[in-house]
């Protein structure tokens, strides 16, 4: 059987590993000359800046396993405060014990009680929910979204200052464009006994990874498919290399770029048409070492500034060059789509001034923090609507795999870099089933 993979995103690349290493043939096509998407690390001026997702955790058991076998070292930053800004003052953000939530984003008493019940009935659900499968979630908590069940269940400074401000951090989104089920099964994963919140980042930084991949794969970066053409006996890949035949083909790309090569209609190509992201632009600052201190991550809920969702302090990877090191922040999607189009200068420009107001130690040494990088992602992370996540969920038990084409990536209800990495896995798995199947009824024959 041979595969083409198209996207070297972490989802493509776990899924052609773990294909090459069941004896599968395997090629992965990458449009960009680098390989990780999100997951990518690009150094300048001496300072590694991670252009999208920049550190792990260690309940990321896929992607831990992967560095392990890659050899890649992971090293701890726990502990770590993180915090919510809330009416111009910083409270903690953290939630690692009951006890935490006495301070918990400023929240009165009975916010916490009903907090506090909450997380100790997520804590003894009889099944736990997964968030990096949202597919395995029960359907009652798709019909509602997250902000809204936030709000009932605990109240709505909760849902403003928290759900909606980790939210917009960590997805780029408003909590009311997610389903329930991405809250109940996160909010259950961090209250239940065995999660793991560890913050770690890779030796190499994001890009280690992906690229350790890639060098036990054949890779053809830099190479846009053109064009995919069924054929009676699988599908033909047009690309810069010419023509090229495969049994079996895995769309690894974002969902926007996989409808731009399915020509025929069918539930492939309706899935990535109705799926939906959120855009953002990471931007980043050079600033003085210990500028932000031992916070690691400032959270930044909509209603405290509609531009900057979120910036995490790269100091403490001890990523840092000549006594400086980086900020690197994230903006909300409407902010993102209005700025996606204007020159750098013009982004620079607008989110310092965003940042210098909303922290009193880089305002005071503002002269010096100065533009470094930047990433605009149009296509950020997935919206997971409850009516996404139950049109995948279909998707996934009849549609995946016809015609010998698979889907893979982080939209398949799969968040996070965790959640697309697993993805890669099971398509992986569903690949090597069926080849094994086809093999024992031809040995039959």
Known sequence: MRVAVIGAGIAGLTCAFNLQQAGVAVQVFERQPRVGGRMGTRVRD??????????????????????????????????????????????????????????????????????????LKARFRPRPLDFFDLSKVPARYNCEDAYSYAARKVGSDFANYIVDGFNSCMMFSRARDMSAATFAALFGMMAGTNRDFTVQHAEGEMQAIPSALAERLTVHTSTPVASLEPTRQGWRVHSRLGEMEFDRVVLASTA?????????????????????????????????????????????????????????????????????????????????????????????????????????????????????????????????????????????????????????????????????????????????????RVEAENSTL
């Open 46 to 119: 001496g300072l590694a800046f991670d252009l999208g997702a920049n550190f792990l955790i260690r309940s990321y058991s896929t992607i831990c396993e992967l560095a392990a076998r890659l050899g890649i070292r992971l090293n701890n930053l726990s502990p770590v405060r993180h915090s919510v800004l809330r009416d111009g003052t910083t409270f903690p953000m953290n939630y690692t014990a009951p006890r935490d939530l006495r301070t918990l984003g400023g929240l009165n008493w009975q916010a916490r009680a009903r907090l506090a019940w909450l997380a």
């Open 256 to 436: 926007g770029a996989g409808r731009r090569l399915l020509k025929e209609p069918g539930e492939h190509l309706e899935l990535l048409r109705l799926t939906q992201y959120a855009s953002t632009i990471n931007v980043s600052f050079r600033v003085p070492k210990g500028t932000l201190g031992d916070v690691h991550c400032f959270y930044v809920p909509f209603l405290e500034n509609p531009v900057i969702a979120e910036f995490t302090n790269e100091a403490l990877k001890e990523i840092e060059c000549e006594g400086d090191s980086l900020v690197n922040v994230g903006l909300h999607e409407k902010a993102a789509r209005a700025l996606l189009h204007s020159s750098d200068e013009t982004i620079f420009h607008s989110v310092r001034q965003q940042l210098l107001s909303l922290h009193p130690g880089l305002a005071a040494v503002a002269a010096q923090v100065r533009p470094h990088d930047l990433q605009r992602w149009p296509e950020a992370i997935p919206k997971y609507s409850g009516r996404h996540v139950e049109r995948v969920k279909h998707f996934l038990e009849h549609g995946q795999g016809r015609q010998g084409l698979y889907l893979c990536g982080d939209y398949l209800n799969a968040p996070w870099t965790e959640g697309a990495s697993r993805t890669g896995q099971r398509v992986a798995e569903l690949l090597i089933d069926g080849r094994f």
